[in-house]
């Protein structure tokens, strides 16, 4: 069982661009949550998908979007990057219904100069 | 809304010695708390919940947590602490109130430092 997989591990990209990060859940489950976590700083929920559609976000702009497919994965889609939007962005599985800790992945570590 | 507070932003032990690292938390309902670890440049990896039941619970690599609902705390203890312990612990809350979603908040986390 490869556990939740992450694509890219990083990525540099200039301000004013578009990015889209790639996750793969754990096999079982059906539930994904994307974080994003600055330097120094605790993961920050983004959002949340489950059957296909976004079942939660936190306090993030629209710029910030996302999609889970058939299979379960999931894409997050950040537009018009900012210097700010620097930082590991981290993807979580679970299975609904079943009450455990989240897996997560190893992250993608995205740089905006 | 929920939150989870770790007052130290650095915990320092000897190795052998007992290690706790402290989490608070707030929400509306009633919590399920969860720690985790995270070493350089990884994702963040499971170490132990609290769901119900036995305030004491035990998880990975010997760490054990104790729940405290009068102090809403969620302490990380671990008796003996190892240098391989060296890390980042991150404490996360969500609450059992499902119209709250199932998000985890998490607290800014804590570095432990483990010498020998």
Redesign the interface.
């Known amino acids: 069982d490869a556990g939740?997989t992450?694509s890219p591990t990083h990525l540099i990209k200039t301000r004013g661009q578009q990015v889209t990060l790639r996750c793969s859940p754990k096999s079982g489950h059906d539930?994904v949550?994307w974080?994003q976590q600055a330097l120094?700083?605790?993961?920050?929920?983004i959002f949340?998908y489950y059957e296909e559609e976004e079942?939660?976000r936190?306090n993030f702009p629209d710029r910030f979007s996302g999609h889970q497919f058939p299979n379960y994965s999931s894409e997050l889609n950040v537009n018009a990057l900012l210097l700010g939007d620097s930082a590991l962005y981290?993807c979580?599985s679970r299975q609904q219904g079943v009450?455990?800790?989240?897996?997560?992945?190893?992250?993608t570590?995205l740089t905006v100069v | 809304a929920q939150s989870v507070a770790q007052p130290e932003d650095q915990v320092n032990v000897a190795e052998g010695n007992p290690l706790t690292v402290k989490c608070t938390y707030s929400v509306s309902g009633n919590p399920y708390l969860f720690w985790y670890v995270q070493y350089p440049n990884r994702g963040l990896q499971f170490l132990l919940k609290y769901i119900t039941g036995d305030n004491l619970v035990k998880g990975s690599y010997g760490f054990e947590a104790e729940f405290n609902k009068s102090q809403t705390s969620f302490h990380l203890k671990k008796p003996s602490a190892l240098v391989s312990d060296s890390a980042l612990y991150f404490c996360a809350v969500r609450d059992m109130n499902n119209n709250a979603g199932n998000m985890l908040t998490f607290g800014g986390g804590t570095r432990l430092m483990v010498k020998p």
């Open positions: 939740v992450q539930t949550s974080y120094g700083q605790g993961p920050q929920f949340q079942r939660q936190g981290l979580a009450i455990a800790g989240a897996f997560f992945g190893q992250g570590r």
